[in-house]
């Protein structure tokens, strides 16, 4: 699964190097803003740069379900799949480097926002007092910086995991149109119907679970949805195995 995880790394490297650049140009212009202390490029550049991260990651998701429906339907398919691989481990090892990407591209996120943030509040001077009123008032309230940071490490988690779960439901739509309709024009549009219609079902079915009571606080109300949670997580694994065992025994290549 790794040597499949490395060949999936090297073929989309010129558009990662790609995005990259965009983020590190970006960055560049945030710098420049605060070192410059030029308020108006700074607050451009920050809303740039934020967006231009979110686009990023987003991008990177759409690239790894577009890259699975274009393989399957393509005449070379059979280069990856007819290899002594287990279905199990050709879309794992897709999975795996999407997710490895997406938290490489989040880490440098959350470093760049580290360092954005220390210098601009050293470059200007009335953004550092706002900063410890702020720090004053969540003391005052029972709230503190661990307990923040771990609702944000929540979040990113149950938004990553949300992610994944419309990735490996978008790869079994692909793979249950591909199965019903090879080699059909109108297989996209077919696919992207199946894809909206268990996305619903399995939205529907996920609220239906009742939230749990474990106490007030952020990150408590981060964890009360937590039935839901697992029901994602089940979903996830089924539709997985699901994509396997349908590009195993449906699929004709």
Avoid at 115 to 143: C, H, M, P, W
Wanted: hydrophobic share 55%; charged share 10%; glycine share 6%.
């Amino acid at each position: 699964m790794f040597k499949l995880m490395k060949y999936e790394l090297r073929r989309n490297l010129t558009t990662l190097v790609i995005l990259y650049a965009v983020i590190l140009g970006l960055e560049a212009y945030a710098l420049f803003g605060m070192l410059t202390k030029n308020e108006t490029h700074t607050a451009i550049s920050f809303t740039l740069l934020v967006f231009g991260v979110f686009a990023v990651i987003m991008f990177i998701f759409v690239i790894a379900i577009q890259s699975y429906s274009k393989e399957l339907g393509s005449k070379y398919s059979y280069m990856t799949f007819m290899t002594p691989n287990t279905t199990y481990s050709i879309i794992g090892s897709k999975l795996l480097s999407t997710g490895l990407i997406a938290l490489t591209t989040t880490i440098l996120a959350v470093l760049l926002v580290v360092v954005d943030f220390n210098i601009f509040i050293n470059q200007f001077a009335d953004v550092k007092e706002a900063k410890e009123a702020f720090e004053q008032i969540l003391t005052s309230r029972g709230y503190d910086l661990g307990n923040i940071f771990a609702s944000v490490l929540v979040y990113f988690i149950v938004l990553w995991l949300g992610i994944f779960t419309w990735i490996c439901v978008a790869y079994f739509a692909i793979t249950l149109s591909a199965t019903a309709f090879s080699n059909k024009k109108f297989r996209g549009v077919i696919s992207f119907i199946i894809f909206i219609v268990i996305a619903v079902a399995i939205t529907r079915l996920s609220n239906l679970f009742p939230t749990v009571d474990i106490g007030s606080g952020m990150l408590n109300q981060l964890l009360a949805p937590l039935l839901s949670y697992i029901f994602d997580i089940i979903a996830m694994i089924c539709t997985f195995f699901g994509s396997s065992i349908l590009l195993e025994k449906k699929v004709s290549l």
